[in-house]
């Protein structure tokens, strides 16, 4: 597929774009830039708040916008306009944590593009988190509040995204099958290896990569996306060439285009030296 037949390229960043270090590779920076150039526009498509993206990411000079929280949320980083929004009602949010609570899990929430977690919860991250960035992150972008859903109850705006975390992977698999039957409002996806991010089933990367498409005046086919997990899936279905990274899941791999290289050997840039050529 010539360049010139691809416009817009939404690119994952966890285990995607990024390394597992969690760092923008020369390499994967380079090819970016060549891209830039070629007119091509370059999406950072993320699980993560805006806030929450590297500094590496936020400061390429051509990313003008970017679609965060899974979708729930597409802006212009230029003059901060929303272009896409999709939340959680906040009763339904804090009825689901009820539920949460009665399971051996600790979770957050995204609001108005920040994190917050009750701070009981936070101490204890360590006993259901032992993927080391995930850690850190949580730490680093969470506000501890005293209970979240005493919180939430005091805000008016709806929830972006919530997440759960459990160290019993086999347990985590059988939960990202059994909530959707008992709550099908909500969309399950994972992004790391011990996590579940809970959306509102408008919120997708799939349908996100599309209205800014639109926005755009770009078509379908003139898109191309980068991911790993199976948030990616709808936005590697959605796009006209979907690209898995050797990393994915196995469900991501079978969905996609085309299968490149992991993340630690710079798969994106891979594909887009070839796009490029």
């Excluded at 526009?41 to 051509?62: C, K, N």
């Excluded at 796009?239 to 990274?245: E, K, L, R």
């Amino acid at each position: 597929m010539p360049h010139k037949d691809i416009r817009l390229i939404a690119l994952d960043l966890d285990g995607t774009l990024l390394n597992s270090a969690k760092e923008l590779s020369p390499r994967n920076r380079a090819a970016l830039c060549r891209a830039a150039e070629a007119g091509i526009e370059i999406v950072p498509s993320t699980g993560r708040f805006y806030r929450g993206i590297p500094e590496a990411v936020r400061e390429l000079p051509f990313v003008r916008y970017a679609i965060t929280i899974n979708g729930a949320h597409v802006v212009d980083l230029r003059n901060g306009g929303t272009i896409y929004s999709a939340e959680i009602p906040k009763d339904e949010a804090i009825a689901f944590m009820r539920h949460l609570d009665t399971l051996p899990v600790i979770y957050d929430c995204y609001l108005d593009g920040w994190g917050y977690i009750t701070e009981a919860m936070r101490d204890r991250a360590e006993d259901y988190i032992d993927y080391p960035p995930s850690l850190d992150m949580l730490r680093r972008l969470r506000s501890p509040v005293p209970e979240l859903k005493q919180f939430l109850d005091t805000q008016e705006k709806g929830v972006q995204k919530i997440q759960l975390f459990t160290r019993d992977i086999p347990f985590r698999d059988r939960l990202v099958k059994e909530l959707p039957r008992r709550y099908p409002e909500l969309v399950f996806t994972i992004s790391l290896p011990n996590n579940i991010e809970i959306n509102c089933a408008g919120a997708d990367k799939g349908r996100a990569l599309l209205e800014l498409a639109r926005y755009l005046g770009i078509e379908q086919a003139q898109t191309m996306a980068f991911g790993d997990g199976t948030n990616d899936l709808t936005m590697l279905r959605a796009a006209g060439c979907g690209v898995a990274m050797g990393n994915a899941h196995p469900e991501v791999r079978a969905a996609a285009d085309r299968v490149t290289s992991d993340c630690d050997a710079d798969g994106v840039a891979q594909v887009i030296e070839e796009l490029l050529t």
